[in-house]
């Protein structure tokens, strides 16, 4: 089946195969890769080709440090405020989805949130004009989820914030586009979209940014702590690290981000068009400049035909395709490892059903 889910999300075929072969053993290890120390020459290497990887495919300048972390982006979320701001200072966020309001709801224990713009009232379908943002004076960062996941709203361009550092929630769009990543103080995202399983988060920090002294806070809660030791300060997730490095390399084989930005161009065209193209049997309510590539949640003219549509998707081989309880609806997730030949079928299917039951 395809699998649209929007996290965890499909990983590509071949991962999962060269998975289930070194399962069992690593290589004349004697164990498998799960089963050997994080410290042990093994898995170092494959910690270290994982982030050399991860730094050749979004071409991350030396002066940011590539931390693999447990926890998911949420736990980012409270680390964030802990670490790069001073108790009670203000830090600036800018609302286009449900995932800014967790980061917001992550950091308001520590920070002076300043919602600096919102799309909340417009019910999320569109990023703020950046003419229009109410930025403090004193922000210690500006946080903006680059792609919010349940309401299908991205950022095509990087915001200018000055020398104020830039954070993103890239949890949902990492690697789906070539980035400069030195217009960004932090970048972070959990794995279980683009990156591999879940279990592991990927954050990175611009190597300045680590020296501010932030919250008090225990040092396993410490991004400088971690940078230091490598992200071997307690035991790190091996096998989801592992397996977000075969992703890595998958994705350098297929041709880098600059193969999958013009492939996941490609697959969210074809179903914006369909839908745009349905006369409204189907209906995405997003901007066109603020579209998501890689979220695409739509709704049927007539709820009644949710069921349906779930269910004979699902025996055509189309599956997770039902939106977000938040919202409703349908959601197609598109990520790197979704091929083209998925996102046909569903457009096939979504042209077949509206035929049967427009
Ligand atoms: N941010 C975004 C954009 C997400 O899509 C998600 C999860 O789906 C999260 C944050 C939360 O991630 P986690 O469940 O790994 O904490």
Do not use: P, T, V, Y
């Given at each position: 089946a395809y699998n649209f889910s929007a996290g965890p999300a499909t990983l590509p075929e071949a991962v999962?195969?060269?998975?289930?072969?070194?399962?069992?053993?690593?290589?004349?290890?004697?164990?498998?890769i799960v089963e050997l120390s994080h410290r042990g020459p093994e898995f170092l290497q494959v910690a270290q080709e994982a982030e050399a990887d991860l730094r050749a495919l979004m071409s991350i300048p030396d002066d940011y440090a590539v931390l693999f972390l447990q926890g998911g982006a949420t736990s980012q979320q409270a680390l964030i405020p802990l670490n790069f701001a001073a108790p009670g200072q203000k830090a600036d966020y800018v609302l286009t989805g449900h995932w800014g309001k967790t980061a917001i709801k992550q950091a308001k224990p520590y920070v002076d949130v300043n919602v600096a713009a919102s799309s909340e009232a417009d019910g999320y379908r569109d990023v703020p004009e950046r003419g229009a943002w109410r930025l403090s004076d004193d922000a210690a960062y500006v946080h903006i989820t680059a792609n919010e996941t349940i309401h299908g709203v991205e950022f095509r361009d990087i915001p200018d914030v000055g020398d104020v550092p830039l954070v993103a929630d890239f949890s949902s769009s990492i690697v789906s586009e070539p980035l400069d990543v030195s217009k960004f103080g932090v970048i972070y995202a959990g794995a279980?979209?683009?990156l591999g399983p879940v279990g592991v988060s990927v954050a990175i920090i611009r190597r300045d940014l680590l020296e501010r002294a932030g919250q008090p806070r225990a040092d396993i809660f410490t991004y400088a702590s971690h940078a230091s030791k490598e992200s071997m300060l307690n035991t790190p997730p091996t096998w989801n690290w592992y397996l977000a490095g075969l992703v890595f390399k998958w994705m350098r084989a297929q041709g880098g981000v600059e193969a999958f930005a013009a492939s996941n161009q490609r697959k969210s065209a074809l179903l914006y068009d369909v839908i745009d193209g349905s006369g409204g049997f189907y209906r995405n309510e997003v901007a066109a400049g603020a579209r998501s590539r890689m979220n695409v949640p739509f709704f049927l003219k007539d709820e009644a035909l949710d069921k349906p549509f779930l269910a004979e998707a699902k025996a055509a081989g189309l599956i997770s395709l039902k939106g977000h309880r938040a919202l409703g609806g349908m959601r197609a997730s598109i990520y790197n490892a979704m091929p083209e030949a998925g996102v046909e079928a569903l457009a096939g299917f979504m042209r077949d059903f509206q035929q049967r039951n427009g």
């Open positions: 999962l195969r060269q998975a289930q072969a070194e399962m069992l053993e690593w290589h004349g290890a004697g164990a498998s279980q979209k683009n």
